[in-house]
């Protein structure tokens, strides 16, 4: 079975940084796109950033110049150094793959279980 499961989240002061990481584990035959995700209380789910197994990268617009999503291959794991914090960016951050399982022998989305984002003075 495949999990994800992510660290580094918490309370950080306005303009301050934070990095998350999400580890992939379990029967993984191959990973494909790695995202990470938002959701702020009483808000959808947004996508904030994704890089595919190409090392592509994507930004939504409000994170652009601000964030950086890098992964690494070798450790299945997908990490998010987040800079210039803003209050507007509190939220629950989940991680997210599109992975190819080795036992089931099916491509399936992923999701972490959630790591808590707080920006405030």
């Known amino acids: 079975q495949v999990q994800l499961v992510e660290s580094g989240g918490g309370l950080v002061q306005p303009g301050g940084s934070l990095r998350l990481s999400c580890a992939a584990s379990?029967?993984?035959?191959?990973?494909?796109?790695m995202s990470w995700y938002r959701q702020a209380l009483g808000k959808q789910r947004e996508l904030v950033a994704a890089i595919t197994s190409g090392g592509s990268t994507n930004y939504a617009a409000f994170v652009k110049g601000r964030f950086t999503i890098s992964r690494d291959s070798a450790k299945d794991t997908v990490c998010l150094q987040m800079n210039s914090l803003i209050p507007e960016d509190t939220a629950v951050y989940y991680c997210?793959?599109?992975?190819?399982?080795?036992?089931?022998?099916?491509?399936?989305?992923?999701w972490g279980q959630g790591t808590q984002v707080t920006v405030s003075s």
């Open positions: 379990g029967s993984i035959f191959s990973i494909y796109a």
């Open positions: 997210n793959a599109d992975i190819l399982d080795l036992v089931v022998r099916r491509r399936d989305d992923y």
